[in-house]
């Protein structure tokens, strides 16, 4: 026991222990059975004290003194914080304003139950409203610049953020602009954060997919994030971007293709980890519903072998992107280019040699997958015998383009 806490019923627990109790719903005291009037938890001081003691009593025997809890953050702190910040962005006050966002995102640093309280009080809503209020100021005042990134910070502690507080910032041009901006020109922790909004504002639904992937410089941005890795978690969230806007309109995933980023996922497949790889494949399979996606692909050496290789090997989800991709590769698209000809042909010729037609038979996934998994099988079967089947763990006999 580290926080000793007591309950409306007379009974301490240990704080992280009953907040978990009642957060499961549960409201009657787990000792006394006793229905639970209110779930204000009371600091016991008396046998915090008694611990710590004890702790130093014990010292000899290797046991480290539990540090003084700090008091649980509450909504009238919360409130009052938000009432200073709700001002300050209205009067363009950005030193006030930087000072009540920095308590936010102390508090939440602090622990996660001080995020659950900030997210309850609707505290993304707030800073939200303030990134709009200031996204509207000169681009290259480095005041406003400054306080639209540490607002960022903030709220990126703060996710998923509220349908009200998406909505206003996915609204708002300018705030998209001043994203677009920070994505480009920021510092990486300001990079990162703004690239975890732009994937929030996406994932949040609505229409709102269309005006993000048109603002101008977004789709670039988002490109450079995974060309230019700056952390892990910044390029997955690029990714999962992507993969929202590519989905939303062929013209979108036309402009990515044309950025250079359908190798650059290629080269992300042969190597590395299961989540980045998912994320990737879910990308690629959208860059090929369009024809300048499947020419690149098409054009790739590597991009049947390692497609053949990911399946099974990643997730149930991913052998599912695998079959859709390698589907949209070998099938006949009546009047377009990419994967029609001589290069679907080579695309069929490959699948084979690293056999891809011995893994389709084995394909259980949904409805839609296996009646893909049976047209692939059905083009393959005119193609066997052609080639010998190989590993698809052995790449050295296959040319790597140079980009």
């Known amino acids: 026991m580290r926080d000793p806490v ?28 006793q229905q639970l009037q209110h779930q204000e938890l009371i600091p016991n001081h008396s046998i915090r004290k008694m611990i710590q003691d004890w702790c130093v009593a014990h010292r000899p025997y290797g ?28 009067r363009g006050d950005v030193a006030a304003c930087s000072r009540s966002v920095a308590k936010v995102t102390n508090w939440a640093k602090e622990s996660e139950r001080n995020r659950r309280r900030l997210a309850s009080d609707g505290t993304s809503r707030v800073l939200a409203a303030t990134f709009v209020a200031f996204a509207g100021g000169a681009s290259s005042d480095v005041v406003v610049v400054r306080i639209l990134e ?53 994932a949040s639904g609505g229409a ?11 789709g670039e941005a988002l ?26 309109d062929e013209k979108t995933a036309t402009r990515i293709v044309d950025l250079g980023l359908v190798p650059v996922l290629v080269e992300i497949l042969v190597d590395h980890e299961k989540s980045m790889c998912e994320k990737a494949l879910a990308v690629l399979d959208g860059l090929l519903s369009c024809e300048r996606g499947r020419e690149k692909a098409c054009g790739h050496a590597l991009t049947v072998p390692v497609l053949a290789k990911k399946m099974f090997r990643v997730s149930d989800m991913a052998t599912e992107f695998v079959v859709s ?14 994967g029609g ?28 997958t296996k009646e893909r998994a049976t047209d692939l099988l059905k083009l393959l079967n005119g193609y066997r015998g052609r080639h010998q089947c190989i590993d698809t763990m052995d790449f050295m006999g296959l040319e790597r383009p140079f980009e």
């Open 341 to 368: 000809g001589g290069e679907r042909e080579r695309c069929l010729l490959d699948a084979i040699q690293v056999g891809t037609f011995h893994k389709l038979l084995q394909v259980g996934c949904g409805e839609v």
């Open 325 to 338: 991709a390698l589907w949209k590769l070998c099938k006949d698209h009546k009047g377009g280019g990419g």
């Open 150 to 202: 540490e607002v960022l910070a903030a709220m990126a502690m703060l996710l998923p953020l509220d349908e009200e507080a998406a909505a206003r910032i996915g609204s708002s041009p300018e705030s998209l602009n001043r994203l677009v901006s920070v994505l480009r020109c920021g510092d990486v922790a300001a990079r990162l954060h703004a690239s975890l909004m732009v994937k929030e504002l996406l």
């Open 6 to 33: 007591t309950a409306f019923t007379g009974i301490t627990y240990d704080r992280q222990s009953i907040e978990t109790w009642l957060e499961l719903g549960n409201t009657s005291c787990p000792v006394t059975g």
């Open 208 to 218: 709102r997919a269309d005006s993000i992937a048109a603002t101008k410089g977004m």
């Open 223 to 248: 490109v450079k994030l995974v060309k230019r890795p700056i952390s892990s978690r910044a390029t997955k969230s690029s990714l999962v971007s992507i993969f929202y806007m590519v989905n939303s």
């Open 63 to 90: 046991i480290e003194r539990i540090p003084t809890p700090t008091a649980p953050l509450n909504r009238a702190e919360v409130m009052d914080v938000l009432s200073e910040i709700a001002t300050a962005s209205r």
